[in-house]
């Protein structure tokens, strides 16, 4: 499934739960690991970095790359480091372009600046499948016992079968495939007459026929360990939220864009949503290669990277 997994380490206890994600789908899909942490001088440094200090930091970097190599290659996984200088965000989406299939991010907690600017950027700039992995507080009984998928009926959201297969193929993962029936908006400040109302009910009724047939055949087609379940509300990221706190998965599965996703733009508003506020470990799947996608004119390149 995946062949390249790259992990950027952050040298805290962030990267615990994160380096277990990488461990077990790189045992899972015989994928290679590349490590990679970025020595970055301080922002606002008025002075020249002191040399002594940068030379124990760079050891201390180098130590830890090493310790976290040997464990994975203890379990039997082949294992790269790198310990690169410069901007860290830059860094990572210059080895993520090279060869990496997917991004294994560890984040903190959901919500607010839990990112910051460092994983903020490497989000918006990649278009690399990327997993975010938060800070967990405790540690997973077991690999994947229960993923949710969100899928909103688009063969651009279906991208993330593949993936969800092989979750369900080599963890036995009980896989619960949803789908939010959105109710038709009326944006305006008067209340929807009764025709309106007749109308949006039947549409949500027609949606919720066709949605139902359509999540039991891709049950179907996964085995006995997937179920369908199917929601209405009048947005689809808050209908989600409530899923994931329902169903309390190991893993949410993705795609980066959907049925109305403008692949110049990173992700969807829907996973934008989930990628800022789901406190559940995320895989986020690009339907496209990062060299396919449009580019947008204000997007950095290689070449302002020094890449």
């Not at 124990?56 to 039997?76: D, F, T």
Request: glycine share 10%; with cysteine; aromatic share 6%.
């Amino acid at each position: 499934m995946f062949n390249h997994l790259l992990l950027p380490l952050t040298g805290t206890d962030l990267d615990r739960p994160a380096i277990a994600h990488a461990r077990d789908l790189a045992l899972g899909s015989g994928a290679t690991v590349e490590l990679l942490h970025v020595l970055e001088a301080p922002a606002g440094e008025s002075q020249a970095v002191d040399a002594v200090e940068w030379h124990a930091r760079r050891l201390a970097a180098q130590a830890y790359l090493e310790h976290v190599s040997a464990l994975l290659a203890g379990v039997g996984l082949s294992v790269t480091h790198y310990l690169p200088e410069g901007q860290v965000a830059e860094n990572i989406v210059r080895r993520a372009h090279q060869g990496a299939d997917l991004l294994v991010m560890p984040t903190g907690a959901a919500g607010g600046a839990h990112f910051g600017a460092v994983g903020g950027r490497v989000l918006w700039r990649s278009f690399i499948s990327t997993l975010l992995v938060r800070g967990e507080t405790t540690e997973r009984a077991g690999p994947y016992e229960t993923v949710m998928v969100a899928l909103d009926g688009s063969q651009r959201a279906e991208c993330v079968l593949p993936v969800v297969r092989f979750l369900a193929e080599r963890f036995g993962a009980h896989v619960i495939l949803t789908h939010v029936v959105e109710e038709p908006a009326v944006p305006r400040p008067v209340p929807a007459a009764a025709e309106e109302r007749q109308l949006s009910a039947r549409l949500v009724e027609l949606n919720t026929a066709a949605a139902k047939q359509y999540l039991t055949d891709l049950a179907a087609g996964l085995g006995r360990g997937a179920e369908a379940r199917l929601v209405a509300g009048r947005r689809a990221a808050p209908a989600l939220h409530d899923l994931v706190r329902e169903c309390a998965p190991d893993l949410v599965v993705m795609s980066a864009h959907g049925f109305g996703g403008d692949h110049t733009w990173p992700f969807g508003e829907v996973t934008t949503n989930l990628i800022d506020y789901v406190p559940t470990p995320l895989l986020v799947i690009h339907d496209l290669p990062w060299q396919e996608r449009a580019a947008r004119p204000g997007d950095a390149t290689e070449a302002t990277w020094g890449g």
